[in-house]
């Protein structure tokens, strides 16, 4: 009967399309905003607003987007903030080329794999002490500017400052969710102190402060990176972390350092695609891209059901490659050129089976590796990519007394089993879900995304690219198309697909085509809430403008002057 009501709910949802408009495409639920001078898009509107009004003052993308991304931290902490990790992709307009940052925090000294081992974990776990890792977007932020500011970061941050200290309204969404998380976290010291002041987080339209926020971020301002990663703010995490039985140290504060990495690509039909190497998990977009690129996914058409078979039998192969080699580069040497390669492809490609769906999928043989989301772009050309999580929402749910954020619990996605590319190891970071993205095209730059949630990442990368150049879409409506989602057991903690997996559609797939999926052996399911949250701004080389689009799964808005 529950599998009757399931198929029964299918139905009744799966004609939703936009709303008819006078111009436009099918699935674009509105306008994509143009404009010459700048664009920002961002999750949260307070943030891209913040955004614009740095780049008005003179400041050029990359401060927009470390003002925008401290304000976020405050609107949506739902999904970000600085006991976080960031990503970056920037295209400097100065030198003509892209830089990669990877900002992501590494494990404890003190914390071991035998401490697992000995006291029964089989996995780590998802809340409290035992996953926290160092949080990287402070250090993050402070190398963007380094390398790319230009204004104060005093000034930068004091948008941030000021709505923490006089509040904003909460939008539905973001009241949604920090009751949601606030459900489970609650029991976490600290926790109800910052983000349940009146006894409940706060509902749609009260207006929220957080100073204790407003004076760590005033802290940074004034003290720089350092005033986070030493001194009594690290003193703080680190006394906070010891009294609950947690293992990060001041010196695991002190010695954190983010690293400038060179952003990977494959070329897609003419179209450079470029994602940042592991430990993230980019590099399994441009795997999936370089398996669909030998089919005509135009002629099979959007939607149908041939493409969205070949389209998740080669997330499945990706993700099998995901499973076992992406880790922290420091410790495993990810073949990350052969995994990306042509030849590689083509010996992959071949495990697909046009009529059915795998139902157990390998990882290949080496030749002898939730979240906010923003972009930002500047009158001289400079373009940000930059992503930017706690991890499950709200992060660990440990707060440190005083300081007004979550530390991440990223350190759940090690693997606990030794010999695994990402085993736990002392001061090692972790395999990471978020990633930036960014498409050049004849070595310029064109189209600057991302979207969120996880493992949804990098097959909603590789549909955006495939619904741009494939289905010709225009950026608004390649976001808001319906998404495939497929989930599994390949995960990087150490397990493989057995079973085939789960598909899941959004809204807007036609019935006939899930029954011929069912009968190509796919099960499929329904799935509310996790198929990202998409931003994107767009170069028109010809016109020298801006396109900039935000979808309506979020509170996400697109905007220019």
């Not at 010459?36 to 943030?47: D, R, V």
Request: aromatic letters at 10%; a negative charge; proline letters at 5%.
């Amino acid at each position: 009967m529950k599998k009757f009501l399931v198929l029964i709910l299918l139905i009744s949802v799966c004609s939703a399309e936009a709303q008819d408009r006078i111009t436009g495409s099918k699935f674009a639920t509105r306008s994509e905003v143009i404009a010459q001078n700048g664009m920002a898009a961002t999750s949260q509107p307070l943030a891209t607003q913040v955004a614009l009004d740095i780049l008005k003052k003179g400041g050029n993308a990359i401060d927009a987007a470390i003002a925008a991304n401290a304000v976020l931290g405050l609107v949506e902490p739902t999904g970000n903030g600085i006991g976080g990790d960031l990503f970056a992709i920037v295209w400097d307009a100065k030198t003509q080329q892209l830089y990669g940052l990877n900002a992501s925090g590494r494990s404890p000294y003190s914390l071991s794999l035998d401490y697992f081992k000995t006291n029964g974990y089989e996995k780590i776990p998802s809340y409290g002490p035992l996953p926290v890792s160092v949080p990287g977007a402070v250090d993050g932020w402070f190398e963007l500017h380094g390398k790319f500011g230009s204004m104060e970061m005093q000034e930068i941050l004091q948008p941030a400052i000021n709505y923490a200290n006089n509040g904003f309204p909460v939008t539905e969404l973001i009241s949604w969710y920090m009751a949601r998380g606030a459900a489970n976290l609650k029991r976490f010291p600290g926790f109800k102190e910052v983000y349940m002041p009146n006894g409940s987080t706060p509902k749609k339209g009260e207006v929220f402060k957080n100073p204790a926020l407003a004076n760590t971020l005033s802290l940074i301002a004034k003290g720089g990176r350092d005033a986070f990663y030493k001194g009594p703010v690290a003193k703080t995490i680190a006394d906070y972390m010891d009294q609950l039985g947690g293992f990060l140290s001041e010196k695991d504060l002190s010695d954190h350092t983010s690293e400038w990495v060179e952003p990977v690509s494959v070329n897609y039909r003419g179209y450079d695609v470029w994602e940042l190497p592991p430990n993230g998990q980019g590099i399994a977009a441009l795997q999936q891209l370089k398996i669909l690129e030998a089919y005509d996914l135009k002629s099979m058409g959007f939607g149908s059901t041939e493409y969205i078979h070949t389209f998740t039998e080669a997330k499945k192969l990706a993700f099998a490659d995901r499973a076992k080699f992406y880790a922290d580069q420091d410790f495993y040497k990810t073949p990350i050129d052969w995994l990306i390669s042509e030849e590689y492809a083509a010996e992959r490609r071949k495990l697909i089976n046009p009529e059915k769906a795998a139902q157990s999928v390998p990882a290949g043989q080496l030749k002898d590796g939730d979240t906010i989301y923003m972009t930002v772009a500047d009158k001289d050309g400079n373009m940000v990519s930059l992503i930017q999580s706690n991890y499950r929402g709200m992060g660990s749910g440990m707060t440190p007394p005083g300081l007004g954020f979550i530390l991440q619990d990223r350190g759940e996605l090690f693997s606990l089993e030794e010999g695994h590319a990402n085993v736990y190891e002392p001061h090692k970071r972790p395999f990471h879900t978020i990633i930036p993205a960014f498409i050049t095209k004849d070595g310029k730059p064109w189209v600057s995304f991302g979207l969120m949630g996880g493992a949804t990442q990098p097959q909603g990368h590789a549909q955006i690219v495939i619904n741009l150049i494939d289905f010709g879409m225009n950026l608004q409506e390649a976001g808001d198309a319906p998404r495939i989602l497929h989930t599994g057991s390949s995960q990087p903690t150490g397990s493989i697909m057995t079973d085939g997996g789960t598909l899941q559609l959004e809204s807007g797939i036609d019935y006939e085509v899930i029954r011929k999926l069912v009968l190509m052996g796919h099960t499929m399911s329904w799935n509310v809430g996790s198929y990202g949250g998409y931003q994107a701004i767009m170069w028109d080389d010809k016109n020298k403008v801006y396109y900039g689009a935000s979808e309506s799964r979020k509170d996400g808005q697109a905007a220019g002057y």
